[in-house]
């Protein structure tokens, strides 16, 4: 899954816990047992997505660390390489833009 996919999942799902705790703020003055048993079962939910969420946010930060320590090892171990390659991409980018 891209970053963009991932950051964009993770804050739909904080929209949803959100969404999900102001409806159980929301429905606080209905007793009924019905009610009741509804609430704490959205409330079981959110706490368990938010559980899910926070392994999700520390599993893509703990990834996303590992990317950029390989990046950066490359680049110490292979100087020349890496600016060859900025310089290539460089070259691609500027035909790219060039031809508008």
Excluded: F
Excluded at 45 to 66: F, I, Q, W, Y
């Amino acid at each position: 899954m891209s970053e963009v996919t991932t950051r964009t999942l993770i804050d739909d799902l904080h929209a949803v816990v959100a969404d999900a705790e102001a409806l159980v703020a929301a429905t606080a003055g209905d007793v009924s047992d019905r009610a009741r048993h509804a609430r704490q079962k959205a409330t079981d939910s959110v706490e368990a997505a938010r559980t899910r969420l926070a392994a999700l946010e520390a599993d893509l930060k703990r990834r996303a660390k590992a990317v950029r320590d390989d990046a950066t090892e490359y680049v110490q171990d292979n100087p020349w390489q890496s600016v060859g390659i900025a310089a290539a991409v460089g070259v691609v980018i500027g035909v790219l833009l060039g031809r508008r």
